[in-house]
């Protein structure tokens, strides 16, 4: 089966900057999106960023914009989130997750729901 596999969290200061990864093992051919997840302690799960397996839009929560950029590698079968200006409150779990099928199930790209394949997760402190 296809797998994700977060991996570069990690301890930051504040204001610091980190880069997370997704890699994805197996056929990717029915990719059509990859989101970006995160969940504080305590805390729903929350969208915060994504972007389309081909072609080039990508999509922000309002939280991050500017501060964080999502890419992708096809050819290495890899998503990416930058991180920067990092704040304490951007502390927590991030998850990618794979959206493998091209029709939505509930409104917009930000909806858990709409992803059907997800990683571990991968930790990311940032401390003051």
């Known amino acids: 089966q296809v797998q994700l596999v977060e991996s570069g969290g990690g301890l930051v200061q504040a204001g610091g900057s980190l880069r997370v990864s997704c890699e994805a093992s197996g056929r990717t051919s029915n990719f059509y999106g990859m989101g970006w997840f995160r969940q504080a302690p305590g805390a729903e799960r929350e969208f915060v960023a994504a972007?389309?397996?081909?072609?080039?839009?990508?999509y922000y929560a309002d939280s991050v914009k500017g501060r964080f950029t999502v890419s992708r590698d096809n050819a290495k079968n890899t998503a990416y989130l930058e991180m920067n200006g990092l704040k304490p409150e951007d502390t927590g779990v991030y998850y990618c997750a794979a959206r493998t099928r091209i029709l939505f199930t509930a409104p917009g790209r930000a909806a858990a729901a709409n992803y059907d394949l997800w990683g571990q997760g991968t930790q990311v402190t940032v401390s003051s």
């Open positions: 972007i389309n397996w081909s072609g080039a839009g990508t």
